[in-house]
């Protein structure tokens, strides 16, 4: 595969984005990437990538194990951990699917030469320019970011994305790559109310672009047991320069 450039949309309507987030504090923009682009992107996380497992861990902090920890500490232990996460889930806090932490991978020199690491350099590059314009939002330094595959079951529980890093998460945003879904299949990404009603809810996209302002109460439904295509996105925040 090639390490072609990663290219948005040469007409993309920026202003009308920006007045939408601006009065808002949420946009969606589809078509974000040209065609050629979201395929090039689709296929990397559709057979590219050697997913780590992501669930919140017993300290309270995101759990990411890579194929040689799983087998390391045996399928017993880790359903045993998987179910004390579920229990933890339903009474505070839990989170479960594939993940490929897309910084941590590139400082750590993690699979040398692969294609995912051009998305690191674009998204700190093109991608802050453009969620700068759009959020106006002249403190956003960075991405971060890390490239996620939700199988059935998988979820994230009510949060708000606050952090306790360096620096702050000012805006989260998710470039949706999922080719085709249907409604029923769940992993809609939820906005919820004080009363627990849903405000919002995203079904998963091809080639869009969702942003949204920290914090805000949401979540992610788990993906329906029936449901015939994985839920692939590569998601993060933009985040000022810290202390
Ligand atoms: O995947 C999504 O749509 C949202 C993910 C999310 O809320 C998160 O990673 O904090
Ligand atoms: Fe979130």
């Known amino acids: 595969m090639s390490q072609a450039p990663l290219r948005l949309n040469p007409d993309l309507d920026i202003a009308a984005a920006a007045a939408a987030y601006r009065r808002d504090g949420w946009v969606q923009v589809p078509d974000i990437f040209t065609p ?3 395929g090039f992107l689709a296929e990397l996380l ?26 390391g500490q045996g399928e017993a232990a880790l359903q045993q951990r998987l179910r004390r996460m579920m229990t ?16 941590t991978a590139y400082l750590a ?3 040398p030469g692969h294609p995912v690491h051009g998305l690191t350099e674009f998204l700190n ?17 960075k991405a971060d970011g890390q490239l996620t595959r939700y199988r059935p079951g998988d979820f994230i529980g009510l949060h708000n994305d606050v952090g306790s ?5 000012l805006v989260a945003y998710t470039l949706g790559l999922t080719r085709q ?12 109310d004080a009363a627990g009603d849903v405000i919002r809810g995203h079904a998963p996209r091809w080639n869009t672009l969702t942003l ?15 449901a015939q295509a994985p839920r692939l996105s590569v998601v993060g925040w933009l985040r000022n320069a810290g202390r």
């Open 125 to 141: 590059a093109d991608f802050v320019r453009l969620t700068t314009a759009i959020t106006g939002r002249t403190d956003i330094v």
């Open 36 to 38: 050629e682009t979201a």
């Open 165 to 169: 890093e360096a620096s702050d998460r």
């Open 181 to 192: 879904w249907r409604a029923d299949w769940g992993g809609q990404l939820l906005f919820h």
């Open 109 to 111: 020199g993690r699979d």
């Open 46 to 71: 559709e057979a590219r990538i050697d997913w780590d497992l992501a669930f919140q861990g017993e300290d309270g902090r995101p759990a990411v194990l890579g194929r040689k920890e799983i087998v």
């Open 88 to 103: 933890q889930a339903g009474s505070g806090y839990g989170f479960l699917y594939l993940a490929y932490p897309l910084i």
């Open 212 to 226: 949204f302002s920290v914090p805000q109460y949401h979540s992610v439904a788990p993906v329906a047991a029936y």
